[in-house]
């Protein structure tokens, strides 16, 4: 089986091709506000390397957010697409969850701008309480570690190796059974997305 993973909700584009349990290929960048542009070379150069074309594959996997309120649209409308017109299925997992992989003990931050990050506690690949969006300075996190976007609270930044985690993560892939009325989770009212400081 081969699958497609995607991710453009937060600054990153990360696409991998899942093959027979493993990450046949990857890439990951920052590419902020440029995922739309980067996307489409970016999966035909991964497709190229795999000896792969857009009819071998058999599934597809994105994140649904929380993350950047058009980046979480295009990996989504891309795949919505595609497993539509191919008539294949389509996983979704929480960005947040495809950030912490199966990380022990671990707090996600990913910003969500005006002062705010999405954030989760994780530990052994599983959330503890839920998803949510604080404000940057309701955000304590003396004992985890910390995943994602560190330097919101004085911590250093560490980027999942994303490909990896979407494998890591197979057992908890969301099937959608109507790709049509799949929308992203944003944690946030649309209105709030307006709002800049």
Request: aromatic share 8%.
């Amino acid at each position: 089986m081969n699958y497609l993973c995607m991710d453009t909700s937060t600054g990153f584009l990360a696409i991998g091709i899942i093959a027979d349990d493993r990450v046949a290929a990857g890439m990951q960048e920052v590419c902020w506000k440029k995922q739309s542009e980067e996307i489409f070379p970016s999966l035909n150069k991964l497709l190229s390397e795999c000896g792969l074309s857009a009819q071998d594959i058999d599934g597809i996997v994105i994140s649904r957010g929380p993350g950047s309120y058009t980046g979480v649209r295009i990996a989504m409308s891309i795949a919505k697409v595609w497993a539509a017109v191919k008539r294949i299925p389509l996983y979704t997992v929480s960005t947040l969850q495809l950030y912490a992989g199966r990380c022990r003990n671990c707090r996600v931050l990913v910003d969500a701008r005006g002062g705010r990050a999405y954030t989760a506690l994780y530990y052994n690949g599983g959330v503890i309480g839920t998803e949510e969006v604080l404000e940057i300075d309701e955000i304590h996190a003396e004992n985890e570690t910390v995943i994602g976007d560190g330097h919101l609270i004085g911590r250093d930044d560490v980027q999942p190796d994303i490909c990896a985690n979407f494998l890591a993560l197979k057992d908890l892939w969301v099937r959608s059974e109507n790709v049509h009325t799949l929308v992203p989770e944003y944690l946030k009212p649309a209105a709030a997305y307006l709002v800049k400081k």
